[in-house]
């Protein structure tokens, strides 16, 4: 069974950077799409960033773009989100979840059936 931990959240002013992880404790992710997402109160669950095990493809949500950059160290069966340029609105809880399909095209939830428990990243103004 796929176990995954986020680690990597915190408190950060506007403008900063945090560097997210996620490690599999269980069952490798070799072969896995792995995918950011993340929740702020009161609002649904949004898509992140999201990145393929065969040729590394990424894929970003329109909020990210140009500021998130997702990455994967297979060897260690960890991905990264590395995140820059923070603003007040990407306070959230952040999770990441994997899923069999091996493209990494899309921006919602479906197929990914493995969860960490999210680390929290706060960005103050």
């Known amino acids: 069974q796929v176990q995954l931990v986020e680690s990597g959240g915190g408190l950060v002013q506007a403008g900063g950077s945090l560097r997210l992880s996620c490690a599999d404790s269980?069952?490798?992710?070799?072969?896995?799409?792995v995918g950011w997402f993340r929740q702020a109160p009161g609002k649904e669950r949004e898509f992140v960033a999201s990145?393929?095990?065969?040729?590394?493809?990424?894929y970003y949500g329109d909020s990210v773009k140009g500021r998130f950059t997702i990455s994967r160290d297979n060897a260690k069966n960890t991905v990264y989100l590395q995140m820059n340029s923070l603003k007040p609105e990407d306070t959230a809880v952040y999770y990441c979840?994997?899923?069999?399909?091996?493209?990494?095209?899309?921006?919602?939830?479906?197929?990914?059936?493995?969860w960490g428990q999210g680390t929290q990243v706060t960005v103050s103004s």
């Open positions: 990145i393929s095990w065969i040729g590394r493809l990424t």
């Open positions: 269980g069952r490798t992710i070799s072969g896995r799409t």
């Open positions: 979840a994997a899923k069999t399909t091996m493209s990494p095209y899309s921006d919602n939830d479906e197929g990914y059936d493995s």
